[in-house]
Structure formats: C-alpha cells, structure tokens
C-alpha cells in the first residue's frame, strides 16, 4: 500500500518536460474514493484528445464548488478493475491510471481560480505548483484501532463470521459505523460513517 508523498515546492520532483493536467472527478465519484483507500484513480470515457502521458502530474479536483482533493501521476493502463460496488464507474474498461502521491478527500482545497474546459484539461505547471502548495505538508502518520461491531445471531461462531463478513460486503461503509480511536487513546473513541464522524448516541439528538 503506497503513501503519501509530501510535494516540492521547488519543482525538483518533477521530471524535465513532465506536463501537469486537472481531472476533473466524475458525479459519484468522489464519494468512493473518499469511502475505501485506493492507490489509484482510474477513468474512463475521457476521450482521446489531450490525452495525459505517463509521468504527467495531475491535480484531482471535485466540481460545484471546484476543489482540489488529490495530486498523482498518470501511470500506465492497469486493464478492467474489479467490480467496486462504492464505485460507480468500476465496470468499465480503464483508460487513464493516476497514481496518488497526496491525498486530501477530508479537507478539500479551493480552486475556484481554475476554469476547466472539460473533464481533463491542461494545467500550466506553475497553477499546478500554486495548489499543490496549498495543499502543504502531509500530517504525521500515527497508529489507529478501528473496530466495527455488529451483534449477530447464529448457530456457531463460524457462521456468527460468515455472516458478519457478507454483512460488511453488503452494507459497507456507506451504513455501517467504524470506531477509530488513536492507539493508546480508547476514550477519543469517534464513530465515522459515510467517511465522515457520525453521532451514535441517540439521547444526544434529543
């Protein structure tokens, strides 16, 4: 599994002739790469014309408003993907691959100074540096516990597991609440649903 990767505000890191792009994510999208860790994003029915190359840097963003929630590198065709049913776009055949580098699906950066012409568009190398600074420093990584418990009735335990397991396939992050908590710190324990901190205490709502 990859990680992020901080950017250089010099511009080293980028290869000489390297081209910087904007994808524009697709309705529905953003939700499912926000939901389930992916190392990449793969689109498809982009079109042939201005097509990125390998090695191109792209800026992802998310429309209405246009926010900036990723920054990768196009990669090579990686051919059809699983199904995701997180993914509404996971049955067709890929044509561009994008390597995340720096991912920002929780707190998006705006970027309403863009103006796109399309799904992908060619970004000047100096706009794409102005975001990716924005972006700053990836926040230190840290250890997390992550439970999910679910009370099922069965004959056994094994099938008490099977059952849990076709559970989370079937409902998934989108209805199922995870607990995470920082290691060492079970009291800052925080239910997440839908990628976001959910309110399980149901007298709190009253």
Known sequence: MTTDTAHRANGTSRPAGTAAWAVLLPPGRFDAERLVHHDTLELTGLGETGRPHAGDEVAVLVDEPLRLVALGRVTTSSGARPDDPDDPQSD??????????????????????????GPVSAL???????????????????????????????????????????????LGPRELPAFVSPAGDELAMQAFVLGAEANQDPEEDD
Do not use: K
């Not at 067709?92 to 796109?116: G, I």
């Not at 706009?127 to 926040?139: E, I, N, S, T």
């Open 124 to 170: 000047d190398p100096a706009a794409y540096r102005v975001l990716a600074d924005r972006l700053g420093p990836p926040p230190p990584r840290r250890t997390w516990l992550v439970s999910l418990d679910l009370p099922i009735e069965a004959d056994s335990p094994a099938e008490a597991v099977r059952l849990f397991w076709a559970y989370v396939q079937e």
């Open 92 to 117: 067709r055949e890929v044509a561009l691959v994008v390597a995340y580098t720096r991912r920002s699906f929780d707190q998006p950066v705006p970027a309403d100074q863009l103006v796109l012409d």
